[in-house]
Nanobody
């Protein structure tokens, strides 16, 4: 069982930045895909960004391209999400997710085996 602990959420004004981090309890993530999803009130959980740990390949949902950057920290076994130029519509609970034994970044929640508890991001207008 892999535990994922998110941190870094909060309240920010539109146009501001936040950095989310997700620390994984697994010793090695070489065969993992890591991703961030988000869920706004009354909406389904949606894919935001993903990264293949071994290659560093990334993939982004269209609305966050150019604003968000996902990265990995090998020393800390953590994945980060740098969010710039935030908009009110980015307001949601953000979840870290991990998929084991995969070399594909999946955008469906069904593609992931482990989830963090979520961290709230609120962007005021």
């Amino acid at each position: 069982q892999v535990q994922l602990i998110e941190s870094g959420g909060g309240l920010v004004q539109a146009g501001g930045s936040l950095r989310l981090s997700c620390a994984a309890s697994e010793r090695t993530l070489d065969n993992y895909a890591m991703a961030w999803f988000r869920q706004a009130p009354g909406k389904e959980r949606e894919f935001v960004a993903g990264i293949l740990w071994s290659s560093g390949e990334t993939y982004y949902e269209d609305s966050v391209k150019g604003r968000f950057t996902i990265s990995r920290d090998n020393a800390k076994n953590a994945v980060n999400l740098q969010m710039n130029s935030l908009k009110p519509e980015d307001t949601a609970v953000y979840y870290c997710a991990a998929a084991r034994r995969t070399w594909v970044i999946r955008v469906s929640t069904r593609g992931y085996d482990f989830w963090g508890q979520g961290t709230q991001v609120t962007v005021s207008s």
